[in-house]
T-cell receptor, first 114, second 116 residues
């Protein structure tokens, strides 16, 4: 069975702190995809990143970076120098290679205080 | 470009009533999905459709039905609403359900449904 676990329900940091959101996944598929979505207070779901199972290179996009480690089935997300606008719920999701369906984690609520 | 349009945005409904949430996309995506979002549970797949004319059950299909008469529309129907169906419902689409697709979903803005 496929499963995504985001063990951190809520995280609170002060602006400019670095913060890492954890994501652990389970799948028997050899080809799969991992995603992070952001849901700001306005409610929409914003795509952040997609990672293929055969590409373990870490990725950096501005203040955002992602660490994909197949050995530990983890796909963690780090925000460097956090800002108040980063306050949102963040979802990690897993998709198999045969379908567009995604399995979502429970979400981590990040609060960045000024 | 509208992307995915959901209606209504918000609705309060009496238990036992029938309700249809509408979803329309203008991206000509083959695959469409309905998710519900509940606090502490993330998003869970209700039903999906890989292409017009076909539908499938997701994680939590009971109490819901869908149809896919054409590429653009994917309505979700609650035949007899119950309070446990109080949730935020998101419609989504992706360009292809096959293995060449990375599974990236484009979401609508959500429909908040309250069943009393």
């Amino acid at each position: 069975a496929q499963k995504v676990t985001q063990a951190q329900t809520e995280i609170s940091v002060v602006e400019k702190e670095d913060v890492t959101l954890d994501c652990v996944y389970e799948t028997r598929d050899t080809t799969y995809y991992l995603f992070w979505y952001k849901q700001p207070p306005s409610g929409e779901l914003v795509f952040l990143i997609r990672r293929n199972s055969f590409d373990e290179q870490n990725e950096i996009s501005g203040r955002y970076s992602w660490n994909f480690q197949k050995s530990t089935s983890s796909f963690n997300f780090t925000i460097t120098a956090s800002q108040v606008v980063d306050s949102a719920v963040y979802f990690c999701a897993l998709g198999s290679g045969n379908t567009g369906k995604l399995i979502f984690g429970q979400g981590t609520t990040l609060q960045v205080k000024p | 470009i509208a992307g995915i349009t959901q209606a209504p945005t918000s609705q309060i409904l009496a238990a036992g009533r029938r309700m249809t949430l509408r979803c329309t996309q203008d991206m000509r995506h083959n695959a469409m999905y309905w998710y519900r979002q509940d606090l502490g549970l993330g998003l869970r797949l209700i039903h999906y459709s890989n292409t017009a004319g076909t539908t499938g059950k997701g994680e939590v299909p009971d109490g819901y039905s869908v149809s896919r008469a054409n590429t653009d529309d994917f309505p979700l129907t609650l035949a007899s609403a119950v309070p446990s169906q109080t949730s935020v419902y998101f419609c989504a689409s992706s360009d292809s359900p096959g293995h060449i697709n990375t599974g990236e979903l484009f979401f609508g803005e959500g429909s908040r449904l309250t069943v009393l």
